[in-house]
């Protein structure tokens, strides 16, 4: 038994099988070496996804077909998640009428990435709760409730930003909160071509499209609130001047398009970015842009450094040279 282990020992370590025993060493430290915490960069993401209707418009297109805002939103979103390193924390909210839901709270990426992609695709236009969809009052309220977290996260909220129902373009919400208080980026989805808006019954079957006259063409600020023309009175803004009842834009409010320079206003009122969704390539790197990092000590894994010596290893005991002596 002593002289099997010697002759063993003495095979290993023979010029023709020292390659190879020095790599099946370093693939085996490779498949154990824990994570090392190092200096690095980190995000911490608060995804907010619009899940009114106008999100469930099909303007976009996967493998060949198309499908709606949402599906697509969340499939960038999967497909971003390899983007963020080890250490960065992302959760997912909705928004419907003018509220933020989180459904779940930011979690580390890299040791919960089936659980955030289970919960994500779990995420649908069904878990509305109302049929309003007030983008400007859902950003503003999902920003007051992130700046008071003392992990503060960023704030990422996805929406096409159709107002519903429609704004004023004199009467806005407005923001009283601190720009750039809540790091983040507003993604914009959608097309620039308006599109017909489906329609769903509360079981989620499709019933066709929504028509004009199903849907309120003109903003609630001014309607029937023009004023009494027999005591001179009218409506007037925060300048004082007057303001007329009018449509915001008369008869399409049934359609959907991308409102981007409405989404720009409001990413230069609370100090955030602004991408307009093309692609899932895209919107990891407006995840990972610097501006939305941090820095701090994350868990690195090194096993590939052993990995590559020990395939470096191989290609040394295999080389042709060496079978020719």
């Known amino acids: ?32 070496l824990p994570p090392v915490s190092l200096p690095g960069r980190s995000y911490t993401h608060m995804v907010v996804l ?10 976009y297109e996967l493998d060949g077909k198309p499908v709606d805002r949402l599906t697509y939103a969340k499939h960038s979103l999967a497909e971003s998640l390899r983007a963020l390193p080890c250490g960065s924390r992302i959760g997912w909210g909705v928004f419907s009428e ?59 909220f ?48 499709p019933l066709g499209y929504w028509r004009a006259d199903e849907v309120s063409q003109t903003d609630t600020a001014t309607r029937g609130r023009t004023g009494s023309s027999a005591n001179g009175e009218a409506m007037v803004d925060e300048s004082g001047q007057s303001v007329a009842q ?38 990891a790197a407006a995840l990972t842009d610097p501006e939305l990092g941090r820095t701090q000590s994350v868990p690195t894994r090194l096993g590939w450094l052993p990995a590559l010596l020990g395939v470096l290893s191989l290609a040394w005991g295999f080389r042709p040279d060496r079978f020719r002596r």
């Not at 619009?50 to 303007?59: A, E, L, P, V």
């Not at 107002?163 to 373009?169: D, I, M, V």
């Not at 399409?252 to 969704?277: C, F, V």
């Open 246 to 283: 009018q449509a915001v834009v008369a008869g399409t409010e049934h359609l959907s398009s991308l409102k981007s320079p409405h989404l720009r206003e409001l990413a230069s009122q609370t100090g955030m970015a602004y991408h307009t969704l093309t692609d899932a390539d895209g919107l």
């Open 98 to 156: 003018y509220r933020l839901l989180a459904l779940m709270t930011p979690v580390e990426v890299c040791s919960n990435y089936h659980e955030l992609l289970a919960t994500l695709s779990s995420i649908d236009g069904q878990m509305s709760w109302a049929g309003a969809s007030e983008v400007s009052k859902g950003l503003f309220s999902s920003i007051r409730a992130l700046k008071d977290l003392e992990q503060k996260p960023s704030l990422v």
């Open 158 to 205: 996805v929406t096409d930003g159709h107002e519903a129902p429609p704004l004023h373009p004199k009467i806005r919400p407005s923001f009283d909160g601190e720009p750039g208080a809540v790091k983040g980026l507003i993604v914009g989805t959608g097309g620039s071509a308006l599109s017909p808006i489906p329609k769903f019954d509360p079981d989620g079957r």
């Open 50 to 59: 619009d899940i009114t209707q106008s999100m469930n418009t099909r303007d």
């Open 1 to 32: 038994m002593i002289a099997t282990t010697r002759q063993l020992l003495a095979r290993a370590n023979s010029p023709q099988t020292r390659p190879l025993t020095v790599a099946l060493l370093l693939f085996a430290l490779a498949a154990v």
